[in-house]
């Protein structure tokens, strides 16, 4: 007897199978004849592992306008605004903002976010509040938390000390913004700097690096350099990376195998650095997104970050991943068949290698989490965006949706309206 059978969906890779689930794994994947205590109906539907945000700012969530609206829509004004906020939020009104975000996670069947907190303020109350949100979501969220200098390392007195305190109370991965620090000098010592932190702790290591249009911001190269040094490899990340698109096409063909040579990932933020970046220009405007499908060629785990949702920097934002997959592809140009899945694979497969996830996938002794799509494979998905109808986190049904069907009267005539469509591919 199942806890839980997931009859009939369809797979990423397009086979159908039930999914039985006993406890929080899955038990069997295939043909299952078996009874269970609840049987779901995914006849037609996608069926997959959940999905999984390796780039997040929970301790800023849903706080748009406070204390003003970006007036300027730049990414400095935005550091500007949450560096008055967070001197003034309280730590309830921080676990109070990021519950409710999570419960937009779970229903959108996002299961899993690694989320930035800002260790600049000496008080660390940020961090205090994201410790006590990752243990009361921890039954139905994977939340590993990322010790963040905002203002900088060595900017503040207090930047080093307060990453090592913030690590010390629990923090999980080690952070970094090298392209903020007050010379390029002081940005190439912070990545030599934190990598010793994050190679001594056995953590894993997750830089904001050069989020700028300037192309002769050059930390990743810094980066890749001291993740090969300490043997980081995957248990290393850049975020953004936005430099890489502005950077002369020479220097990055030096750049690219130097950053797959270090097995590090990347994680580009599509929603956001489309309308953060690029402000400076008049026209042409650069689209502030880092060579994704050209690392990809070279072997290097690229996954897709939401970054913001109603905070100081994006006015937007539902906690879908698929929304960033949306973005991501149109602004990198992902529109052939197979590129068009890959960018679902990357808001799956992709973070959860990026977060070192344990047990995740759709296999016998896997973790038993999964979103059933209204949807009939990853690329439609990804054009859908469809309801989550069920979504299982360890073993246990946490939400639930009435399949959407628009009903039309049209001339007397009714009819219903679907946009699912599977198209040859
Ligand atoms: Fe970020």
């Known amino acids: 007897m199942f806890d839980l059978l997931v009859r009939g969906g369809t797979l990423p890779d397009g086979t159908t199978a039930d999914i039985a689930i006993k406890g929080d794994r899955i038990a069997a994947v295939g043909h299952v004849d078996a009874p269970a205590a609840r049987v779901i109906d995914a006849t037609g539907d996608l069926v997959a592992p959940p999905f999984v945000d390796p780039h997040f700012h929970m301790d800023a969530v849903l706080s748009y306008g406070l204390p003003r609206v970006n007036a300027s829509g730049t990414l400095l004004e935005g550091i500007g605004l949450w560096g008055e906020l967070r001197e003034v939020a309280s730590v309830e009104d921080m676990v109070d903002r990021a519950l409710r975000y999570c419960d937009w996670a779970v229903s959108m069947g996002l299961l899993a976010i690694r989320t930035h907190v800002d260790t600049t303020p000496d008080h660390l109350r940020g961090v ?47 952070g970094g913004i090298p392209h903020f620090e007050r010379t390029m000098e002081e940005g190439a010592e912070s990545m030599r700097d934190l990598a010793r932190i994050a190679a001594d702790r056995g953590l894993m290591w997750d830089v904001h690096c050069d989020e700028t249009d300037d192309p002769m911001s050059r930390h990743v190269e810094t980066m890749a350099r001291e993740v090969t040094r300490h043997g980081l490899g995957l248990r290393a990340a ?88 949306f973005m991501g592809l149109h602004v990198a140009q992902m529109t ?66 009435a399949r959407n069907d628009s009903r039309l009267t049209l001339d007397g005539r009714p009819a219903s309206v679907r946009r699912r469509h599977v198209s040859p591919t």
């Open 238 to 325: 850049g975020s953004h990376l936005t430099s890489m698109h502005s950077m002369d096409n020479y220097y990055v063909s030096k750049l690219l195998p130097l950053i797959a040579e270090s097995g590090m990932t990347a994680i580009p933020n599509p929603l956001i650095n489309i309308t953060l970046q690029g402000r400076h220009d008049t026209f042409p405007k650069r689209r502030g997104l880092t060579r994704v499908k050209e690392m990809q060629a070279l072997g290097i785990t690229v996954g897709w970050g939401q970054d913001c949702v109603l905070d100081p920097w994006y006015s937007l934002g539902t906690a879908d991943m698929l929304d960033v997959a």
């Open 336 to 401: 052939h068949p197979a590129e068009m899945a890959r960018c679902f694979t990357m808001v799956t497969e992709c973070n959860a290698a990026i977060m070192g996830l344990e047990g995740y996938g759709l296999g016998v002794g896997d973790r038993a989490s999964l979103v059933v799509l209204d949807a009939g494979s990853p690329t439609e998905a990804v054009r859908l965006r469809p309801d989550r109808l069920f979504v299982v986190s360890k073993g246990k049904v946490v939400a639930e949706k």
């Open 128 to 174: 205090e509040a994201m410790l006590e949100v990752k243990r009361r979501v921890a039954p139905y969220i994977d939340l590993q938390l990322v010790a963040f200098p905002q203002d900088g390392l060595y900017r503040t007195k207090t930047g080093r000390q307060n990453v090592i305190r913030a690590l010390d109370m629990g923090v999980d991965v080690v």
